[in-house]
Structure formats: structure tokens, C-alpha cells
Nanobody, 116 residues
Framework: QVQLVESGGGSVQAGGSLKLSCVASGSRIRSVRMGWYRQAPGKERELVSTITHDGLTTYGDSVKGRFTISQGNAMNNIMLQMNALKIGDTAVYYC??????????WGTGTQVTVSS
């Protein structure tokens, strides 16, 4: 059973930085793609960023130029460096991983709160 564990969320003032990490355990093969989505209260879940197994990245329009996704040293490990955080970035951030046989898995989420 694949499990995703996120870490690194917290509270920060506007303009500050946070770094999220996600590790997917329970699979012996590399994921096809991993990434981050977020959901703010009263809003739909939206794409933040994804990265494929060979390093291709995508970003949501609202985070381009401020967030950077990268692969960690371990298999099925990614990070999200978030800089110049805005109040509008406040949300629960969810890690997602796509596996060729097992399908898509979601983490339980980590809270990011940006205050003025």
C-alpha cells in the first residue's frame, strides 16, 4: 500500500519562505509523476506544481516564479520551495503521486498559513 507523507508546513509572514517535502513509501518502483495541489477554505483544489520522473515541471499560474519543485535524493521524494509567500497562498497543501500500476495516491495534507 502506497502512503504519502508531507512535511514542512507551518505559519509564516507574507514575503517569507517555506519548504515542503513529500515522501511516497510502499512502492518498489518509481512514480511517473509527483506534485502538489492546494485547497483553501471555500475554494476548489488547484494545481500548484508537478514534476515527472525525468524532471519535467509544471506550475500553476499563481505560483510561477515564486515556487520551485524538485526531486529529492530518495526515490519518490519531492520538495517544494515556496518563496515570496502571499496571504493568498494560505491553504492545505496535498502531495500527489502517480504510479503506472497502482494509480494516483494523495497525502493527507499539510497546512500553510501566510499572515500579514
Amino acid at each position: 500500500q502506497v502512503q504519502l507523507v508531507e512535511s514542512g508546513g507551518g505559519s509564516v509572514q507574507a514575503g517569507g519562505s517555506l519548504k515542503l517535502s513529500c515522501v511516497a513509501s510502499g512502492s518498489r518502483i518509481r512514480s511517473v509523476r509527483m506534485g502538489w495541489y492546494r485547497q483553501a477554505p471555500g475554494k476548489e483544489r488547484e494545481l500548484v506544481s508537478t514534476i515527472t520522473h525525468d524532471g519535467l515541471t509544471t506550475y500553476g499560474d499563481s505560483v510561477k516564479g515564486r515556487f520551485t519543485i524538485s526531486q529529492g535524493n530518495a526515490m519518490n521524494n519531492i520538495m517544494l520551495q515556496m518563496n515570496a509567500l502571499k496571504i493568498g497562498d494560505t491553504a492545505v497543501y496535498y502531495c500527489v503521486a502517480d504510479f503506472p500500476l497502482e494509480g494516483r495516491y494523495w497525502g493527507t495534507g499539510t497546512q500553510v498559513t501566510v499572515s500579514s
